[in-house]
């Protein structure tokens, strides 16, 4: 811990991981971060439990109480603007169960909401659906702004930014509503996790984009790395961040 900071705020991929492998030093840093710090991720696909399963299979032993995710936190979202809302989720199977038991109701026709994660079943068919009821006065809710993130050989991977863009063109609207980094909501949570206020915290990333900019609209320092830069010398930098 480094004085002067009460917890730390992580990116996930290009900060502790790429391509589902943890990057030289991620676990060095968790153990030495004793519990106090939250994951806070544009990850639109997973719930905190499975992605707490997946890290923990590459050496990573995160509990799911230690994890923000984009994805989640917008089905909890519209969970709470529109209580038992129908929705068009573009998403996994896995973010479909999560909003059910938030009390939402799947649907394709005559959708309140249409909220967008990562969908890697996306499709002509579903985009038509999509952009018919945001056309037709559904509001669109999208997890993650980010068009896409490089995959381990450098090539983008689509998110969910990209397939909200696509229900855009077609429907001819330019308002939704935005869940994920750079917008405050995930920055907040991840403190709240912690008790801990923002000026208290350090966000962690690889992205001034996203990671930066966001955590400033609090009063939140952040501290840039690139992969596989973890090490004893990080210490260093957070110290002359604090």
Same mark, same amino acid.
């Given at each position: &811990?480094?004085? @002067?900071?009460?917890?730390?705020?992580?990116?996930?991929?290009?900060?502790?991981?790429?391509?589902?492998?943890?990057?030289?030093?991620?676990?060095?840093?968790?153990?030495?971060?004793?519990?106090?710090?939250?994951?806070?991720?544009?990850?639109?696909?997973?719930?905190?439990?499975?992605?707490?399963?997946?890290?923990?299979?590459?050496?990573?032993?995160?509990?799911?109480?230690?994890?923000?995710?984009?994805?989640?936190?917008?089905?909890?979202?519209?969970?709470?603007?529109?209580? @038992?809302?129908?929705?068009?989720?573009?998403?996994?199977?896995?973010?479909?169960?999560?909003?059910?038991?938030?009390?939402?109701?799947?649907?394709?026709?005559?959708?309140?909401?249409?909220?967008?994660?990562?969908?890697?079943?996306?499709?002509?068919?579903?985009?038509?659906?999509?952009?018919?009821?945001?056309?037709?006065?559904?509001?669109?809710?999208?997890?993650?702004?980010?068009?896409?993130?490089? @995959?381990?050989?450098?090539?983008?991977?689509?998110?969910?930014?990209?397939?909200?863009?696509?229900?855009?063109?077609?429907?001819?609207?330019?308002?939704?509503?935005?869940?994920?980094?750079?917008?405050?909501?995930?920055?907040?949570?991840?403190?709240?996790?912690?008790?801990?206020?923002?000026?208290?915290?350090? &966000?962690?990333?690889?992205?001034?984009?996203?990671?930066?900019?966001?955590?400033?609209?609090?009063? &939140?320092?952040?501290?840039?790395?690139?992969?596989?830069?973890?090490?004893?010398?990080?210490?260093?930098? &957070?110290?002359?961040?604090?």
């Amino acid at each position: &811990m480094v004085e @002067g900071l009460e917890g730390y705020l992580l990116d996930l991929d290009g900060t502790l991981v790429t391509g589902g492998v943890a990057l030289p030093g991620a676990a060095w840093l968790l153990d030495r971060l004793e519990g106090q710090f939250a994951i806070v991720s544009n990850n639109a696909e997973h719930t905190p439990g499975d992605l707490s399963r997946r890290l923990r299979r590459i050496g990573l032993p995160v509990g799911p109480e230690h994890i923000v995710l984009a994805g989640t936190a917008a089905v909890d979202r519209v969970a709470r603007d529109c209580p @038992g809302a129908r929705v068009l989720l573009l998403g996994s199977r896995a973010l479909q169960r999560y909003a059910r038991k938030r009390g939402l109701r799947p649907a394709t026709e005559r959708c309140d909401v249409v909220l967008v994660g990562r969908d890697t079943r996306f499709s002509y068919r579903k985009l038509a659906s999509a952009a018919t009821a945001v056309s037709s006065g559904a509001e669109l809710y999208v997890a993650c702004p980010d068009g896409s993130h490089r @995959g381990p050989d450098g090539q983008p991977v689509p998110e969910a930014g990209a397939l909200a863009a696509a229900i855009l063109a077609c429907a001819d609207r330019d308002d939704y509503h935005v869940v994920g980094k750079p917008e405050s909501l995930l920055f907040r949570l991840g403190c709240e996790r912690l008790g801990v206020a923002p000026t208290k915290a350090l &966000m962690i990333g690889d992205n001034p984009a996203t990671d930066g900019a966001g955590a400033r609209r609090l009063g &939140m320092r952040f501290l840039r790395v690139r992969p596989g830069d973890l090490g004893p010398a990080l210490f260093l930098n &957070m110290q002359e961040t604090a």
